[in-house]
């Protein structure tokens, strides 16, 4: 599966971002899907999965501002980030996981400032 990831950028805190993650698989069949996130200095962390049978979880701190979602039409999965924080700032990376096996996309910056 390859993932292409895009859609970060630098915005004020307070402000919205959509990330978008195009899958060269139908998405829908891929049993998991997440976004991870990688900040300077600091280990990879999820922020959020859909999982068959298991639904979506986020990271406590992204409750309430990020959704997931699957658009099974474009094979495309998305986060929407509202109410970003400084804290926020990261590379995102979407994320597919199919048995043992894991696919990454390259990753898409984002950053914001107070």
């Known amino acids: 599966v390859q993932l292409q990831a895009s859609g970060g950028g630098l915005v004020q805190a307070g402000e919205s971002l959509r990330l978008s993650c195009v899958a060269s698989?139908?998405?829908?069949?891929?049993?998991?899907v997440a976004w991870y996130r990688q900040a300077p200095g600091k280990q990879r962390e999820l922020v959020a999965s859909?999982?068959?049978?298991?639904?979506?979880d986020y990271a406590d701190s992204v409750k309430g501002r990020f959704t997931i979602s699957r658009d099974n039409v474009k094979n495309t999965l998305v986060l929407q980030m509202n109410n970003l924080r400084p804290e926020d700032t990261a590379v995102y990376y979407c994320n597919a996981q199919r048995g043992n096996l894991n696919y990454w996309g390259q990753g898409t910056l984002v950053t914001v400032f107070s």
């Open positions: 698989a139908s998405i829908h069949t891929i049993p998991v």
């Open positions: 859909i999982g068959h049978g298991i639904g979506i």
